[in-house]
């Protein structure tokens, strides 16, 4: 893959099957769409007792005519009629999904060691839960 958009590229590490602890367990995959433009994470989780089944597409916003955005977004599926925003970010290994936009209350942030992250989802008001990933394929 080269797209020449080295934000997007750093996710690259995401590739592949994970194996997902904490507050959810189950699976998620993440693959990229033909032209490396847009990372897809395929959702197969229990939370709560509920499961949660969905699809993500992770890319920069492009209007029609217009430059790509400046932030990685991403749009979360849900097998339940819901959808999410998101911001992804990686910097050197610690990986932040923030809620909404950039510099939400309501983020992610994970660490990468080989072949497993560790982290957690932080919301407004002192919730969130811990989620780790180990990769599986």
């Known amino acids: 893959m080269n797209t020449g958009d080295k934000q997007l590229e750093a996710l690259d590490r995401l590739v592949g099957t994970w194996r997902v602890t904490g507050g959810s367990e189950g699976t ?3 693959r990229w769409l033909d032209g490396g433009f847009f990372l897809i994470q395929e959702i197969d989780l229990v939370q709560d ?3 949660v089944k969905g699809v993500e ?3 920069r916003e492009r209007p029609f005519g ?3 955005g400046e932030d990685v977004k991403s749009r979360y599926y849900g097998s339940q009629g819901e959808t999410f925003d998101y911001v992804y970010e990686m910097a050197g290994d610690t990986l932040t999904i923030w809620g ?3 510099g ?3 983020y992610y942030r994970g660490t990468f060691d080989g072949d497993s992250v ?3 989802w932080v919301y407004p008001g002192g919730g969130g839960y811990e989620s780790n990933m ?3 394929k």
């Open 57 to 59: 597409m992770i890319g």
């Open 49 to 51: 007792g509920h499961a």
């Open 118 to 120: 560790t982290g957690a």
């Open 104 to 106: 939400s209350p309501a």
């Open 100 to 102: 909404g936009e950039k």
């Open 28 to 30: 998620v995959t993440y």
């Open 134 to 136: 180990t990769r599986v």
């Open 66 to 68: 217009g430059e790509p």
